[in-house]
């Protein structure tokens, strides 16, 4: 289920449609829906950590929710670096559609440093990244 088709259509503070798919931000997470076939690397997403990086800063406790409407490839060894670059991240939810988004992503997990969960259901995923920034932060 797309952003705009849900219950938090109304709810995001800011939205970026950049060429790599759509960016929806809330008080304490960000909601990515990459594009079909778009590579997602260290490199590839530059604007996106920029654009994290100017709503959140450095300090303020995040989430992140990678809904995974569409397939995508991902460079799983990437991982490390987002920790360094993003250390506020709190928690990393992916929304899987699919038995095949869910071996992804065990087996992006295996990389994973960070606080890292997979739901069938976005609403699911945006009250674990928010439970788990609300932890951090307090």
């Not at 994973?112 to 990244?129: G, I, T, Y």
Request: contains cysteine.
């Amino acid at each position: 289920m797309r952003v705009l088709d849900s219950s938090l259509q109304n709810n995001f503070l800011r939205h970026y449609s950049l060429s790599m798919g759509e960016l929806y931000f809330f008080e304490n997470y960000v909601i990515a829906e990459f594009n079909e076939g778009v590579l997602i690397s260290y490199e590839s997403v530059y604007e996106v950590v920029m654009l994290i990086k100017e709503y959140f800063g450095d300090d303020k406790s995040f989430g992140f929710v990678s809904n995974r409407i569409h397939s995508y490839s991902t460079v799983p060894t990437d991982s490390a670096k987002w920790k360094q670059v993003l250390p506020n991240l709190a928690a990393y939810g992916v929304v899987i559609y699919d038995h095949r988004g869910m071996v992804n992503v065990q087996f992006e997990k295996k990389f994973c440093k960070s606080n890292h969960n997979a739901f069938q259901n976005l609403e699911k995923a945006v009250n674990w990244v928010k439970e788990a920034s609300e932890k951090t932060a307090a």
